[in-house]
């Protein structure tokens, strides 16, 4: 029986050994990766470069690189399309099919946006890109938000469903 357990103390004390040794081998790897990238945060108004944490000569402050904006605050960003719940009696009046904002203009998925801003004004939603005030967001929404709300036009219900709700940073360009 001496003989049994030896056997099995030498095969748990090498299999323990080899797990030791992957494990070291795995995190070094890890920490070569590390150093060889370079994270991009693509923040729609401009890009972070994060140094990795492994480096020891990494730079205490991300560069930033700025686009020329006015901060306008934090907004409540939301998402329509044009179908009747999210428009109301204006979904009913599609002349040939065309969605048109309240500005008189041809609403565009990944361009337009509801807003209280002015007709026409360019703005940067973090994270998101830049978009182009073509609508109005009703009223009561407006006053709810304190003129503090952006709505997303989207193609249809589902991508507007998907996207939710969300608190983000805007600029004026």
């Given at each position: 029986?001496?003989?049994?357990?030896?056997?099995?103390?030498?095969?748990l004390?090498?299999?323990?050994?080899?797990?030791?040794?992957?494990?070291?081998y795995?995190?070094?790897?890890?920490?070569?990766?590390?150093?060889?990238?370079?994270?991009?945060v693509?923040?729609?108004?401009?890009?972070?470069?994060?140094p990795?944490?492994s480096?020891?000569?990494?730079?205490?402050?991300?560069?930033?690189?700025?686009?020329?904006?006015?901060?306008?605050?934090?907004?409540?960003?939301?998402?329509?399309?044009?179908?009747?719940?999210c428009?109301?009696?204006?979904?009913l009046?599609?002349?040939?099919?065309?969605?048109?904002?309240?500005?008189?203009?041809?609403?565009?998925?990944?361009?337009?946006?509801?807003s209280?801003?002015?007709?026409?004004?360019?703005?940067?939603?973090?994270?998101?890109?830049?978009?182009?005030?073509?609508?109005?967001?009703?009223?009561?929404?407006v006053?709810?938000y304190?003129?503090?709300?952006i709505?997303?036009?989207?193609?249809?219900?589902?991508?507007?469903?998907?996207?939710?709700?969300k608190?983000?940073?805007?600029?004026?360009k």
């Amino acid at each position: 029986m001496n003989k049994h357990l030896l056997k099995s103390i030498l095969l748990l004390s090498i299999l323990l050994l080899i797990i030791i040794f992957t494990s070291i081998y795995t995190a070094e790897e890890q920490k070569e990766r590390n150093k060889k990238e370079i994270e991009m945060v693509d923040i729609g108004l401009y890009q972070e470069v994060i140094p990795p944490i492994s480096d020891k000569k990494a730079v205490e402050e991300p560069y930033i690189e700025e686009i020329d904006a006015e901060y306008l605050g934090v907004y409540t960003i939301t998402a329509y399309c044009s179908c009747e719940k999210c428009c109301g009696k204006y979904a009913l009046n599609r002349p040939d099919g065309i969605v048109y904002g309240a500005s008189g203009k041809e609403l565009e998925a990944d361009v337009s946006v509801a807003s209280p801003l002015d007709f026409g004004t360019n703005i940067i939603i973090e994270g998101l890109g830049e978009y182009v005030v073509e609508d109005r967001t009703a009223d009561w929404i407006v006053d709810k938000y304190d003129g503090e709300i952006i709505d997303i036009y989207f193609e249809n219900h589902e991508e507007a469903l998907k996207f939710g709700k969300k608190e983000l940073k805007v600029w004026r360009k």
